[in-house]
Each structure stands twice: as structure tokens, then as C-alpha cells.
């Protein structure tokens, strides 16, 4: 953060969506680095989502979104093919 503003990225989530906004983990082995990782393409996200409604049936996800963390530092801007 620089004061109010986000140097990393954002995201939007509205009451009563779903979003995925992609996968992140951090490694500290030579310093903390961010690594992204997302789904790449529309048959991978319909999975994800299936298994997330598998194993959290009490979850609405009949309308989940694939609505990535928008960055400029992390990775690359990317929708859905």
C-alpha cells in the first residue's frame, strides 16, 4: 500500500457474487516474492468451480465469476479464452 492506494493491484466483489481472482502463495527462501497463478482457460474454471461446489454445497456458485486481481507488478492482465 502507498497510503490509501494499492501498488500490488485490485479486485472488485458486489454483494452476493462469486469471484475467483486467481491463485497467489508467497516464498521467502531469498527474500518474499509473490507468485500468481490462475486458471487458463474456461474448461479449467468450470472445474475449479465444480470442485469448490463438491466440497462447499452450502456455497451458491451458480453464477461464479472469473474476474482476476488486476496488476501491473504480478503477472499479466488476462480473460478468459
Same mark, same amino acid.
Given at each position: 500500500?502507498?497510503?490509501?492506494?494499492?501498488?500490488?493491484? &485490485?479486485? %472488485?466483489?458486489? /454483494?452476493?457474487?462469486?469471484?475467483?481472482?486467481?491463485?497467489? /502463495?508467497? +516464498?521467502?527462501? @531469498?527474500?518474499? &516474492? =509473490?507468485? *500468481?497463478?490462475? =486458471?487458463? +482457460?474456461?474448461?479449467?474454471?468450470?472445474? @475449479?468451480?465444480?470442485?469448490?461446489?463438491? /466440497?462447499?454445497?452450502? =456455497? +451458491?456458485?451458480?453464477? /461464479?465469476?472469473? *474476474? =482476476?486481481? %488486476? &496488476?501491473?507488478?504480478?503477472?499479466?492482465?488476462? &480473460?478468459?479464452?
Amino acid at each position: 500500500m502507498d497510503g490509501p492506494n494499492s501498488k500490488g493491484g &485490485t479486485f %472488485t466483489v458486489n /454483494a452476493g457474487e462469486s469471484v475467483y481472482i486467481g491463485h497467489f /502463495a508467497l +516464498d521467502c527462501a @531469498y527474500g518474499p &516474492t =509473490l507468485w *500468481r497463478f490462475y =486458471l487458463e +482457460d474456461k474448461e479449467s474454471f468450470e472445474s @475449479y468451480v465444480s470442485e469448490y461446489e463438491a /466440497a462447499y454445497p452450502y =456455497l +451458491d456458485l451458480d453464477n /461464479a465469476e472469473h *474476474r =482476476l486481481f %488486476t &496488476t501491473k507488478e504480478f503477472g499479466h492482465d488476462f &480473460t478468459l479464452p
